[in-house]
Nanobody, 123 residues
Framework: QVPLVESGGGSVQAGGSLRLSCAVS???????VGWFRQAPGKEREGVAS????????TYADSVKGRFTISRDNAKNAIVLQMNSLKPEDTAMYYC?????????????????WGQGTQVTVSS
């Protein structure tokens, strides 16, 4: 089991910000890391993804301009900065990793998952 550890979830009012972090230390063969979310009664959706090697990113349309995924090389972590949060962003957020080689970033097909961290946005 690949250890992916998420942190940084919590509760915030609409318009606020949260910063999620995914520790990926030691997982050097897994070049692609993504953030996904799942709200109660809804399917899991891809939020953002980044190539650990190139830094290239991709985002779901619903979060473009509000969320930023980035590498924190000093901490061997992938960070999801979430700004201008909306109640519809409320969900369990999961970090995932995979070895996609040349097809990263992408928002599907990940095989290694963390336990998730809850994000709740109130209106």
């Amino acid at each position: 089991q690949v250890p992916l550890v998420e942190s940084g979830g919590g509760s915030v009012q609409a318009g606020g910000s949260l910063r999620l972090s995914c520790a990926v230390s030691g997982l050097f063969s897994l070049n692609c890391v993504g953030w996904f979310r799942q709200a109660p009664g809804k399917e899991r959706e891809g939020v953002a993804s980044i190539s650990r090697a190139s830094g290239r990113t991709t985002y779901a349309d619903s979060v473009k301009g509000r969320f930023t995924i980035s590498r924190d090389n000093a901490k061997n972590a992938i960070v999801l900065q979430m700004n201008s949060l909306k109640p519809e962003d409320t969900a369990m957020y999961y970090c995932a990793a995979a070895d996609f080689k040349s097809t990263c970033p992408r928002l599907s097909g990940f095989g290694h998952w963390g336990q998730g961290t809850q994000v709740t946005v109130s209106s």
